[in-house]
């Protein structure tokens, strides 16, 4: 998850780690992820890979709600690389680069995208926060043509406005308020 919301706390994990993930929704979706942290003393180094696949879906249209007779797909990749340093026992810093590319029918994006992350535990009082900000970067423009139909007949449409990533801000605390051997209360915000 380090990878995903906050690179910070690759360097805060006690060894390398593995992850891996297939989600398979309803009607023919899948979300696949793979992840790698490598730990080394005060450093961390990641990869991860995301993928995203609507399979076959019917298309439908204001004049054809119950479909168009052509079928169209949604694909949703992401590759990204992850440095991150422990400066010490308190503090680390991480910093995320991503290659994305979408594609829905044939009109595809593609971006760099940046992440960036800051984790901080407050001496031994057993609180921390963390403050991470996801998916900036430049605008993008969509390239490709889809044709869709007006009142008018069928219009081909190839010129599109430049896009934005929706760019995340995130900030989170935690507090371990009570522990013993048999229970630990932790309260989050």
Do not use: W
Not at 65 to 71: A, I, L, S, V
Not at 80 to 94: A, K, M, N
């Amino acid at each position: 998850a380090s990878l995903y919301l906050n690179p910070a706390l690759t360097s805060q994990m006690e060894g390398s780690q593995v992850y891996v993930s297939h989600t398979a929704y309803f009607a023919d979706i899948s979300h696949n992820y793979l992840g790698y942290v490598h730990k080394m003393d005060k450093l961390a180094f990641g990869g991860s890979l995301m993928y995203l696949d609507s399979g076959e879906m019917e298309e439908t249209d204001e004049f054809n709600p119950f479909g168009t007779g052509r079928t169209f797909r949604t694909i949703h990749l992401a590759a990204g690389v992850t440095f991150s340093q422990q400066l010490s026992d308190l503090f680390s810093y991480g910093i995320s680069s991503k290659y994305v590319e979408e594609k829905i029918e044939e009109v595809q994006l593609q971006s760099v995208l940046f992440d960036i992350g800051f984790f901080y535990k407050v001496g031994e009082t057993g609180l921390r926060f963390a403050v991470g900000l996801n998916n900036f970067g430049i605008d993008s423009s969509p390239t490709g043509e889809t044709v869709r139909q007006t009142q008018n007949g069928p219009v081909v449409e190839n010129s599109f406005e430049d896009v934005s990533a929706p760019s995340i801000f995130r900030i989170g605390a935690a507090y371990d308020a009570y522990e013993n051997e048999s229970i630990k209360v932790l309260v989050t915000g």
